[in-house]
């Protein structure tokens, strides 16, 4: 008796071609109709999803439809799985603390008070972090969120600040804490000589740690000015004066981030009174509505206050020194240069606050403003 094992033309150990698959699926589904159940089930119960009519005997009835009129109670709420208040024998890897766990990026609108008593709405983002003890298996990342909308009709300040991690520190049953709040805040500047006016928009976080029971308040700014090169500026004015040539000195836009703990005294440290710091230390702040005689002005003002990247941190430094409503504090200015293709760069800090033995390796990237 001869049984053929492959159709004509084909070689027994090559793979079946589509017409081939077809054919055997359409052959599958003409035994699937005359099958009985156990036959099915004995082959393989999936054979049955082949026919439209029929349904695998041990798969389930699961509606498909949304049950919009579902309610749910305490005792269904009760029943719902946790994983991350779950037992310590869940944890994975190393049963070990872990100093911030929570959210980053959550984003709502935040009314803040200003210096002249108006207020402000604007977007911030919202960092969230706890403490997780190392018998712990996770928090409950929502309750943050929560914590936040419980108080986000307010004017925000540092007081308020700290109501928000109270609350969700003590919902989480952590030690430590944290909270970072990262916005744009607009001060309308008037321009140097044409009597125009435009908005500055200033990148500020406001931060709350506590750490053992101890808390502080911390406030960085970033602030973008022109540096121009004094090297530069006596080299082109040499060639001017030796040889009648022409030369213009290099300056860069340039940003420090400045970082200060509010020492806590009863004077408020308002954004504004940081920013007006800022700009006596280094007069040549990047303009915003520029006529003619503006860019003149500017062009004059950075011939009077050339400046190198070591002498913006020091300038800084001595404002942020002289007033007592600052603590420890941290000045990075990040020249990007035109001359070279790397940036000239320093950090310069006072106290314990910001003292690091390391460095995030991409720091200085995130000085960059792009306008």
Request: with cysteine; charged share 25%; hydrophobic share 40%.
């Amino acid at each position: 008796m001869n049984i053929q094992t492959s159709r004509p033309g084909t070689s027994p150990d090559k793979a079946p071609d589509r017409d081939a698959a077809a054919a055997a699926l359409d052959l599958l589904r003409r035994w699937a109709r005359t099958a009985s159940e156990a036959e099915l089930n004995t082959l393989d119960p999936a054979i049955a999803r082949l026919l439209p009519d029929r349904t695998p005997s041990n798969y389930p009835a699961l509606s498909r439809s949304y049950p919009e009129d579902f309610v749910v109670d305490a005792a269904y709420k009760a029943s719902l799985p946790d994983l991350q208040n779950g037992p310590s024998s869940l944890i994975r890897g190393a049963r070990q603390q872990i100093q911030h766990v929570g959210i980053s990026n959550f984003r709502l609108p935040i009314r803040f008070h200003t210096r002249d008593d108006g207020d402000l709405t604007l977007e911030t983002s919202v960092t969230g972090t706890v403490s997780l003890e190392a018998d712990k298996k996770g928090i409950n990342m929502s309750r943050i969120m929560r914590s936040f909308y419980a108080h986000a009709d307010r004017t925000f300040s540092f007081e308020v600040i700290e109501a928000a991690l109270d609350d969700y520190k003590s919902d989480l049953e952590s030690f430590d804490a944290r909270i970072q709040m990262r916005f744009s805040f607009p001060v309308r500047v008037h321009s140097l000589r044409s009597g125009l006016s435009g908005f500055q928009y200033y990148d500020i976080a406001l931060e709350l740690v506590e750490i053992a029971g101890v808390r502080q308040k911390i406030l960085h700014l970033d602030y973008v000015y022109s540096s121009t090169c004094p090297c530069s500026l006596e080299l082109s004015e040499h060639a001017r004066q030796a040889r009648g040539q022409l030369a213009t000195p290099h300056s860069q836009r340039s940003v420090a981030r400045i970082s200060v703990v509010d020492a806590g005294g009863a004077e408020c440290l308002w954004f504004e009174d940081l920013i007006d710091a800022c700009r006596r230390a280094v007069p040549t702040e990047t303009q915003v509505m520029v006529k003619r005689e503006d860019e003149q002005a500017f062009a004059e003002l950075n011939a009077a206050n050339p400046i190198f990247v070591e002498d913006a941190a020091r300038l800084f430094c001595a404002e942020l020194k002289a007033d007592p409503r600052i603590g420890d504090f941290r000045v990075i200015a990040s020249h990007q240069e035109s001359l070279h293709s790397h940036d000239a760069v320093s950090v310069l800090y006072e106290g314990a606050t910001f003292a690091a033995t390391s460095m995030d390796p991409r720091l200085f990237s995130t000085l960059i403003h792009v306008g």
